[in-house]
C-alpha cells in the first residue's frame, strides 16, 4: 500500500502544472499571482504578440473590480490597432493636490521558444525564480500596479490624491508605436499628475539572496541611434585595391571601439556612487566614492571602468549593433554601413555625439546620420525629499540596514516622454534583482520569487503614502 502510495503521488507531483507556486500563498497572493502569470502568458511582443489583447484582459478585471466605464480610458491607433493600452483613474477627495501616476509598458522583447530552456510564454516557478518574457522587464511592476488599483477599489479605499495607472505599448521597439508619446502628445490631460512611479528602481542582490542596495531611479539617458556608412565605385574582385568600403568601415569601428566619452557627473549619479561605495566597503567602493568627489580622478576611473555598468553611468557610450555592406560575393563592395546605438547623458544632444563621432573616426569618406527620432532628449528629474524620503523610510520597513541610492539609469524608459511635457518620473524601490540582470532581453528571463511578493507589498504601502 505504502508502495502505490509512494507511485500515486510521483504521478500526481508530475501531473501538476510547472508553474504551480512553490509556497503557500494567501489569498491575496494567489489571486496577484493569477493576475501576473496572465499578462506574462499573453504575448505582447511586436512581432507575434498583442498589447491590445492583454489591455482587454486588464480592462475586464478592472470592471469586475467595481471600476466603472467612465474611469476606464481604452486608445489605440487605427494603423496600430494591436499596440493599444489604457488608462484607468482613482478619483481623489482633493481638489487641489495633483495626481500620482503609475505608468508601466505592458510589451515585451521578442522570445524565440528554439533558444529558451522554457517556453517564454509560459510563466514557470522553479528554484525560487518566475522565469517567462517579462517576468523581469516589467511585468511583475504592471501586475502590483493592476491589483494595488484592484485593492483599492475593492477595499472602498478614497485616496487624498488622484491616483492613475497609464499601462502602454511599444517601449522596447523604438520603430513601434509608442502608447506613453502618443498620450503625452494627444492626451496630456488624462495623465497629467505631480510625478510619476515608473520602471528602472528596484535594487541589486549579492546574487546570493541577500538584497545588498535599493536604488530610486531619478534620469536616464536618451537612446539614439547613428548610421556610419563608406561608399565605393567598386568592381571586379579578381583586381582588388585597398580602396575598399567594408575596410574602411572595420577601421572606423575600431576607432570607435577604442573611444571613451568623458566623464560626466549629474547630482544623481554623484549620489549614487557616494551611497553604493560606502555600503560596498571594498576596493571598487572606495574608487566609487573618490570619483563622486573628484570626477577628475584618472586613477578611480580606471577602476570603474572594468565594471560595464559602472563605465556606461559615467559617460555617454555609442556601440555598433548591426551591420551591412557588399552586394555580391564576386565584386568589391559599393556600401558598407554601421548601426551605432548610443546611450547619451543627460544635457548632452545628439548632434553633439554625431560631431564627436565624426571626429572620432576622422575620415571625410565616411558619412555619420543620426536614424531615429525616440523622443526627447532626457530631462533629470529632482532629488526631490517629498519623493525620495518616504521611499527610504519605508525601506527600513522591509529590507532594514538596506540603504537607497538615487540611481540613473544607462538605458531608456518611457519616462522622457512624461518628464518632456513636465511630470517627473521616478523608478521606486522595492523590486530587485541578481548581478547578472535576470535574462532582461535576453534567455531564460527570470525574476526573484521573495523579491515580487515583498515588492508588491512594499509598492502598495508606498503608494497609500503617496496618495494620503
Given at each position: 500500500m505504502q508502495h502505490f502510495r509512494r507511485m500515486a503521488a510521483s504521478m500526481l507531483a508530475l501531473a501538476l502544472p510547472l508553474s504551480a507556486p512553490a509556497q503557500q500563498l494567501r489569498p491575496d497572493q494567489a489571486s496577484f499571482r493569477a493576475?501576473?502569470?496572465?499578462?506574462?502568458?499573453?504575448?505582447?511582443?511586436?512581432?507575434?504578440?498583442?498589447?491590445?489583447?492583454?489591455?482587454?484582459?486588464?480592462?475586464?478585471?478592472?470592471?469586475?473590480?467595481?471600476?466603472?466605464?467612465?474611469?476606464?480610458?481604452?486608445?489605440?491607433?487605427?494603423?496600430?490597432?494591436?499596440?493599444?493600452?489604457?488608462v484607468v483613474v482613482l478619483p481623489g477627495t482633493s481638489k487641489t493636490v495633483k495626481p500620482l501616476l503609475l505608468l508601466g509598458h505592458i510589451d515585451v522583447v521578442a522570445a524565440k521558444r528554439e533558444d529558451w530552456t522554457r517556453d517564454p510564454y509560459k510563466m514557470v516557478e522553479e528554484n525560487g525564480y518566475f522565469y517567462g518574457r517579462g517576468t523581469q522587464d516589467m511585468k511583475a511592476m504592471d501586475a502590483i500596479w493592476i491589483d494595488s488599483m484592484i485593492r483599492f477599489k475593492q477595499a472602498g479605499y478614497q485616496p487624498k490624491r488622484t491616483i492613475k495607472l497609464a499601462l502602454t505599448c511599444g517601449e522596447e521597439t523604438s520603430t513601434a508605436f509608442n502608447g506613453a508619446?502618443?498620450?503625452?502628445?494627444?492626451?496630456?490631460?488624462?495623465?497629467?499628475?505631480?510625478?510619476?512611479?515608473?520602471?528602472?528602481?528596484?535594487?541589486?542582490?549579492?546574487?546570493?539572496?541577500?538584497?545588498?542596495?535599493?536604488?530610486?531611479?531619478?534620469?536616464?539617458?536618451?537612446?539614439?541611434?547613428?548610421?556610419?556608412?563608406?561608399?565605393n565605385p567598386g568592381g571586379h574582385s579578381s583586381a582588388p585595391v585597398r580602396d575598399n568600403a567594408i575596410y574602411e568601415l572595420a577601421d572606423a569601428l575600431v576607432k570607435l571601439r577604442a573611444y571613451d566619452f568623458p566623464v560626466q557627473m549629474s547630482d544623481t549619479t554623484r549620489a549614487y556612487f557616494r551611497i553604493a561605495g560606502k555600503a560596498r566597503g571594498d576596493d571598487l567602493g572606495n574608487a566609487m566614492m573618490a570619483i563622486s568627489a573628484n570626477p577628475a580622478d584618472t586613477a578611480a576611473e580606471a577602476k570603474l571602468n572594468a565594471d560595464k555598468s559602472y563605465h556606461s553611468m559615467l559617460r555617454t557610450t555609442c556601440v555598433a549593433t548591426l551591420l551591412d555592406g557588399g552586394h555580391a560575393n564576386n565584386a568589391l563592395p559599393q556600401r558598407a554601413a554601421a548601426n551605432v546605438n548610443c546611450r547619451i547623458f543627460p544635457g548632452v544632444s545628439a548632434g553633439q555625439v554625431r560631431d564627436t563621432i565624426e571626429q572620432v573616426i576622422a575620415d571625410p569618406r565616411m558619412t555619420v546620420k543620426q536614424t531615429d527620432d525616440r523622443g526627447p532628449l532626457a530631462v533629470p528629474p529632482p532629488l526631490d525629499p517629498k519623493v525620495i524620503g518616504p521611499a527610504e523610510a519605508l525601506l527600513r520597513k522591509y529590507y532594514p540596514g538596506v540603504p537607497l541610492a538615487p540611481m540613473m539609469s544607462t538605458g531608456a524608459t518611457d519616462g522622457i516622454f512624461l518628464e518632456a511635457i513636465g511630470i517627473p518620473v521616478y523608478g521606486p524601490p522595492g523590486l530587485y534583482g541578481d548581478p547578472d540582470g535576470n535574462g532582461t532581453h535576453g534567455l531564460n528571463e527570470r525574476a526573484i520569487v521573495k523579491a515580487v511578493y515583498t515588492g508588491r507589498d512594499y509598492l502598495y504601502d508606498l503608494i497609500r503614502i503617496y496618495a494620503d
Amino acid at each position: 500500500m505504502q508502495h502505490f502510495r509512494r507511485m500515486a503521488a510521483s504521478m500526481l507531483a508530475l501531473a501538476l502544472p510547472l508553474s504551480a507556486p512553490a509556497q503557500q500563498l494567501r489569498p491575496d497572493q494567489a489571486s496577484f499571482r493569477a493576475l501576473y502569470q496572465e499578462l506574462v502568458e499573453t504575448d505582447t511582443s511586436v512581432t507575434t504578440g498583442s498589447c491590445t489583447a492583454l489591455a482587454d484582459k486588464v480592462a475586464a478585471r478592472l470592471k469586475a473590480a467595481g471600476y466603472a466605464d467612465g474611469q476606464i480610458t481604452r486608445f489605440a491607433t487605427p494603423d496600430h490597432p494591436r499596440e493599444g493600452g489604457l488608462v484607468v483613474v482613482l478619483p481623489g477627495t482633493s481638489k487641489t493636490v495633483k495626481p500620482l501616476l503609475l505608468l508601466g509598458h505592458i510589451d515585451v522583447v521578442a522570445a524565440k521558444r528554439e533558444d529558451w530552456t522554457r517556453d517564454p510564454y509560459k510563466m514557470v516557478e522553479e528554484n525560487g525564480y518566475f522565469y517567462g518574457r517579462g517576468t523581469q522587464d516589467m511585468k511583475a511592476m504592471d501586475a502590483i500596479w493592476i491589483d494595488s488599483m484592484i485593492r483599492f477599489k475593492q477595499a472602498g479605499y478614497q485616496p487624498k490624491r488622484t491616483i492613475k495607472l497609464a499601462l502602454t505599448c511599444g517601449e522596447e521597439t523604438s520603430t513601434a508605436f509608442n502608447g506613453a508619446r502618443w498620450l503625452a502628445k494627444n492626451r496630456p490631460d488624462l495623465i497629467a499628475a505631480e510625478f510619476a512611479l515608473n520602471e528602472g528602481g528596484g535594487g541589486r542582490s549579492d546574487g546570493k539572496g541577500r538584497i545588498v542596495i535599493a536604488n530610486m531611479h531619478v534620469g536616464e539617458k536618451s537612446a539614439v541611434n547613428y548610421r556610419i556608412e563608406a561608399t565605393n565605385p567598386g568592381g571586379h574582385s579578381s583586381a582588388p585595391v585597398r580602396d575598399n568600403a567594408i575596410y574602411e568601415l572595420a577601421d572606423a569601428l575600431v576607432k570607435l571601439r577604442a573611444y571613451d566619452f568623458p566623464v560626466q557627473m549629474s547630482d544623481t549619479t554623484r549620489a549614487y556612487f557616494r551611497i553604493a561605495g560606502k555600503a560596498r566597503g571594498d576596493d571598487l567602493g572606495n574608487a566609487m566614492m573618490a570619483i563622486s568627489a573628484n570626477p577628475a580622478d584618472t586613477a578611480a576611473e580606471a577602476k570603474l571602468n572594468a565594471d560595464k555598468s559602472y563605465h556606461s553611468m559615467l559617460r555617454t557610450t555609442c556601440v555598433a549593433t548591426l551591420l551591412d555592406g557588399g552586394h555580391a560575393n564576386n565584386a568589391l563592395p559599393q556600401r558598407a554601413a554601421a548601426n551605432v546605438n548610443c546611450r547619451i547623458f543627460p544635457g548632452v544632444s545628439a548632434g553633439q555625439v554625431r560631431d564627436t563621432i565624426e571626429q572620432v573616426i576622422a575620415d571625410p569618406r565616411m558619412t555619420v546620420k543620426q536614424t531615429d527620432d525616440r523622443g526627447p532628449l532626457a530631462v533629470p528629474p529632482p532629488l526631490d525629499p517629498k519623493v525620495i524620503g518616504p521611499a527610504e523610510a519605508l525601506l527600513r520597513k522591509y529590507y532594514p540596514g538596506v540603504p537607497l541610492a538615487p540611481m540613473m539609469s544607462t538605458g531608456a524608459t518611457d519616462g522622457i516622454f512624461l518628464e518632456a511635457i513636465g511630470i517627473p518620473v521616478y523608478g521606486p524601490p522595492g523590486l530587485y534583482g541578481d548581478p547578472d540582470g535576470n535574462g532582461t532581453h535576453g534567455l531564460n528571463e527570470r525574476a526573484i520569487v521573495k523579491a515580487v511578493y515583498t515588492g508588491r507589498d512594499y509598492l502598495y504601502d508606498l503608494i497609500r503614502i503617496y496618495a494620503d
